[in-house]
């Protein structure tokens, strides 16, 4: 079973910035691709972004240039920087792998970005 953990929500104003953390087994987190996931009231849920192991990222147009991906790999954790939040940004945050024995999500984080 593949567990993925995430932690770093919480509530902000507009415009200011949020770290989400995903910590994962060392296999996971070596040989798949990690992604951020959101789903706010009422709306499916959406790519945020993603990275591959080699440490390729990728963002929805709605996060470029706010959002950025790093990962710490002596602590098997990809982190989710999200500077620049905006009222819109609110949503609950998963985390999000895919692997030879299926699709995994973690819990979810709760984001609240307030005007």
């Known amino acids: 079973q593949v567990q993925l953990v995430e932690s770093g929500g919480g509530s902000v104003q507009a415009g200011g910035s949020l770290r989400l953390s995903c910590t994962t087994s060392k296999t996971v987190f070596i040989y798949n691709t990690l992604g951020w996931y959101r789903q706010a009231p009422g709306k499916q849920r959406e790519l945020v972004g993603t990275m591959t192991p080699e440490g390729r990222t990728n963002f929805a147009d709605s996060v470029k240039g706010r959002f950025t991906i790093s990962r710490d790999n002596a602590k098997n954790t990809m982190y989710l920087q999200m500077n620049s939040l905006k009222p819109e940004d609110t949503a609950v945050y998963y985390c999000?792998?895919?692997?030879?024995?299926?699709?995994?999500w973690g819990p979810g984080t709760q984001v609240t970005v307030s005007s």
């Open positions: 999000h792998t895919e692997t030879i024995i299926g699709v995994f």
